[in-house]
């Protein structure tokens, strides 16, 4: 297992950009599947982006029409989220997480370590 660590989150106004970071504490993550999540209170976590190992191919959710880039530099360690054009709608508690072996690439189930998630507040 490894323990991941969320870093980024900060309150922004609507239509700005910022960028999430991760990292694994302790270990490595260059052999797993790397993912962001996104969960506001009363709501289920929602799967956000996606990246594989090696960075061959992404994946990310439909609704955020192409706003955020998901990365990975495996000689830093380090995922990241790149939020363009944030809306309101983007609040929320982002979460890393990291799977070794992921069919299901927007399940939650199926990542087997996580962060504790950063606050990203975007506001008028």
């Known amino acids: 297992q490894v323990r991941l660590v969320e870093s980024g989150g900060r309150s922004v106004q609507a239509g700005r950009s910022l960028r999430l970071s991760c990292e694994p504490s302790g270990g490595r993550f260059s052999s797993f599947i790397v993912a962001w999540f996104r969960q506001n209170p009363g709501k289920e976590r929602e799967f956000v982006a996606a990246?594989?190992?090696?960075?061959?191919?992404?994946w990310d959710l439909e609704a955020i029409e192409g706003r955020f880039t998901i990365s990975r530099n495996d000689a830093k360690n380090s995922l990241y989220l790149q939020m363009k054009d944030v809306r309101l709608e983007d609040t929320a508690v982002y979460y890393c997480a990291a799977g070794a072996r992921v069919w299901m690439i927007r399940r939650e189930s199926e990542y087997d370590d996580w962060g504790q998630g950063t606050q990203v507040t975007v506001s008028p």
């Open positions: 990246i594989d190992q090696g960075s061959t191919r992404t």
